[in-house]
């Protein structure tokens, strides 16, 4: 049983279970139960995108200056100097282990303004959800707080507003020593965090559990104008669905988030610094194929706003995308290593020199 979006994955099953129709609260349920000639056929957005192909872009972007690494010996590195091009969207591709990380995360070097964002943990407890990551809970609480005349902090669960029961976390944990503790809905706030009190106060018509419920989507819409209006949330939320989270609700804890819902909320985060350079490890990671060209419209709105881009990642529909190539390998670990092409994907697919060309080659259909 595997969980897949990718087609040459789906393409081999002998039976394919598609959920959907959307993400969030728009899922939750099977849209198509059968084969794969049946899901092409089946309409839903899972078999309308199952043949999509990225083409080659006609023109690619001149860059505005060079990050030079020279001698990069990391993990399996040999010796490595190249110059990664900057104000383009530049992407390190090879085989697995052959170096592609080693050489962004471990050579790049520091102080060159880059933003570095991976699929590690964030940072924050099970109380922590993407309105406090992202800074997204303070202009709502200063809303809230405005609206109704009194002070912010009774409109978070970690402070004065907190339900006194469970202290704002929901649930009542459980410590059942020989066994795994357990998580009951607490009784008195009935999973909402706040005290009661708290929740009588209103902002366009909802409290702030409500809120807190919300999709990232309906939030946007929300804050965007009415009487909750608040410029400073809605900038927030607008990155938030840029980065293909419109989905998430905003009080949802941050140890729920996969690896690749992680690295975007993060994404999300950064989109509001001054930072030159962005590195991103396997953006595509947990993308459906339908999210993954709103990905690259994304990462061609920060080339350009003026930011340099560089993306580790083995999508062939990234790797059609970009304005430069560097291709690692030939193999992994230590038949890894060396640097076997670097150029535009278009003399990439012409040259089918390497592995990966010879993929790519396949992929747009050369």
């Not at 697995?96 to 050579?107: D, E």
């Not at 102080?111 to 570095?116: M, P, T």
């Not at 410029?231 to 905003?250: K, N």
Request: hydrophobic share 40%; proline share 4%.
């Amino acid at each position: 049983l595997v969980v897949e979006h990718k087609p040459e994955v789906i393409a081999i099953a002998d039976h394919v279970v598609d959920l959907g129709p959307g993400a969030g609260t728009a899922g939750g349920s099977v849209c198509f139960e059968g084969t794969v000639e049946g899901l092409r056929a089946g309409g839903t957005i899972t078999g309308r995108h199952f043949d999509d192909r990225a083409a080659l872009k006609d023109t690619v972007r001149k860059p505005t200056g060079t990050l030079e690494i020279r001698g990069a010996s990391t993990h399996n590195l040999r010796g490595v100097d190249v110059d990664i091009p900057l104000g383009v969207l530049v992407v390190v591709t090879g085989v697995a282990g052959s170096g592609k990380s080693s050489l962004v995360h471990g050579s790049i070097p520091a102080g060159a303004g880059v933003v570095s964002i991976d699929q590690s943990a964030i940072r924050g407890s099970r109380r922590s959800n993407p309105a406090t990551y992202t800074g997204l809970l303070e202009p709502i609480r200063k809303a809230f707080a405005k609206a109704n005349g009194v002070k912010p902090a009774l409109f978070s669960a970690n402070s004065e507003g907190a339900c006194p029961t469970c202290n704002g976390a929901g649930v009542v944990y459980t410590d059942l020593a020989m066994m795994a503790g357990v998580a009951t809905t607490c009784e008195e706030c009935e999973g909402k965090r706040f005290q009661a009190s708290v929740l009588e106060y209103r902002l366009g018509g909802r409290d702030i559990s409500e809120v807190l419920a919300m999709p990232v989507a309906e939030a946007e819409e929300f804050f965007g104008s009415g009487e909750a209006r608040t410029p400073a949330a809605h900038a927030v939320l607008g990155r938030l669905a840029d980065v293909g989270l419109g989905y998430l609700t905003l009080g949802q804890p941050l140890t729920t988030l996969s690896g690749g819902e992680r690295q975007r909320l993060k994404l999300a985060t950064h989109m509001a610094e001054k930072g030159g350079v962005y590195v991103l490890d396997e953006p595509t990671a947990g993308l459906h194929l339908a999210d993954v060209e709103q990905l690259l419209g994304l990462l061609d709105r920060l080339v350009d706003s003026g930011k340099s881009v560089i993306v580790v990642e083995h999508h062939q529909a990234v790797m059609a995308h970009a304005d430069w190539i560097i291709d690692l390998g030939p193999g992994a670990g230590h038949d890894g290593g060396r640097i076997v092409f670097e150029g535009t994907p278009a003399d990439l697919v012409a040259a089918r020199s390497t592995l990966t060309g010879e993929h790519l080659a396949d992929y747009v259909g050369n």
